[in-house]
């Protein structure tokens, strides 16, 4: 079974300091991976994914992330936080060989601190 | 486009009263599904639909009642609420070309269940 780890409940950072929000997976094949970001009393927003090539994906708002397939990790990256960045951001993957199931990890909040 | 439209926004609910979740989506997706969002648990699917008149269970299904007797539309059904239920709902949608398609999800609802 295909499952996500953010092992992160809540991650503060200065603004204007870079900042990396973790995630690691697990599916029996080639992952098809995803970051949401959900801001208060909203829905999830789509930031990006990544399916093949490229180990290093770029997204909204200057968010980047980057698949490590030995590491089974896709972290999510910004070289420069801003305040606005604070948010809940959800790590999900979907197993390439089943059906259209996303699985979610957990979330982690990140906290911009001016 | 609306994109992905819920409503209500907000409901409370007495033990043992039933109600209808909406939501619909203008862009012609053919998947559509429900999930539940709970501190700490990330969110987690309750049913899903790859098109019109057909529907599937996801991961926590009981309570639950779905139909899709439009590509539109995608209704969540509690029969008889329970306070277990109380939760943050969220529909979302895709196209249904495969497992890299982005779902897109509506603002949420957040039901208390007394």
């Known amino acids: 079974a295909q499952s996500v780890a953010q092992p992160e409940d809540q991650v503060n950072v200065a603004e204007g300091n870079p900042l990396t929000v973790k995630c690691t997976y697990s599916?029996?094949?080639?992952?098809?991976l995803f970051w949401y970001v959900q801001y208060p009393n909203r829905g999830l927003q789509f930031l990006l994914k990544y399916i093949t090539g490229d180990n290093l994906v770029k997204g909204s708002y200057g968010f980047e992330a980057e698949f490590n397939k030995s590491q089974t990790s896709f972290h999510l990256k910004k070289p420069s936080a801003l305040v606005s960045d604070s948010a809940l951001y959800f790590c999900a993957v979907r197993d390439p060989g089943g059906n259209e199931k996303l699985t979610f990890g957990t979330g982690t909040r990140l906290t911009i601190i001016p | 486009n609306a994109g992905v439209t819920q409503t209500p926004k907000f409901q409370v609910l007495k033990t043992g009263q039933s109600m209808t979740l909406q939501c619909a989506q203008d862009?012609?997706?053919?998947?559509m599904s429900w999930y539940r969002q709970d501190p700490g648990m990330g969110l987690r699917l309750i049913h899903y639909?790859?098109?019109?008149?057909?529907?599937d269970q996801g991961e926590v299904p009981n309570g639950y009642n779905v139909s899709r007797s439009t590509t539109e539309d995608f209704p969540l059904r509690l029969l008889s609420a329970a306070p277990s239920q109380t939760s943050v709902y969220f529909c979302a949608s895709s196209y249904y070309r495969g497992p890299t398609d982005t779902q897109y999800f509506g603002p949420g609802t957040r039901l208390t269940v007394l």
């Open positions: 639909s790859v098109g019109a008149g057909i529907t």
């Open positions: 862009m012609n997706h053919e998947y």
């Open positions: 599916v029996s094949g080639n992952p098809y």
